[in-house]
């Protein structure tokens, strides 16, 4: 297990920068990382790495978290069309949106549809 070096002003500034580029990241999911690191004053390498060490997961998965979440959003409201849903949310496709919505909650994005409704 790894000891958390560091002075404790150090670590505060971590937890800063993370929960900034997670409030950053809910209201614009679509934002580069090169992006992100220029608006927080930081390099991309130093985010990617302060943020997995917070948040226990990468800017990538985090990101890909946030258009599940509003996949099912979606669906709860009634959207039909998963290709649609797809392309608006940012995935390659209606197959990348299945994969991804089965890999975070264990059911195809028709099956919660079936159990939303």
Known sequence: R?????????????????DAA???LAADPDR???????????SAHHLS??????????????????????????LA????S???LA???GFADQSHLCRVVRSETGHTPSALRRALA
């Open 2 to 18: 790894r000891v958390d070096a560091g002075r404790p002003a150090t670590l505060r500034a971590r937890r800063r920068l993370a």
């Open 22 to 24: 997670h409030e950053a």
């Open 32 to 42: 580069s990382l090169p992006e992100l690191a220029a608006d927080l004053g930081v």
């Open 49 to 74: 790495r302060i943020f997995r060490a917070a948040a226990g997961h990468t800017l990538s998965r985090h990101r890909m978290r946030l258009r599940a979440r509003a996949a099912l959003e979606r």
């Open 77 to 80: 409201g009634g959207e039909r």
């Open 82 to 84: 998963l290709a649609r």
């Open 87 to 89: 392309a608006d949310l």
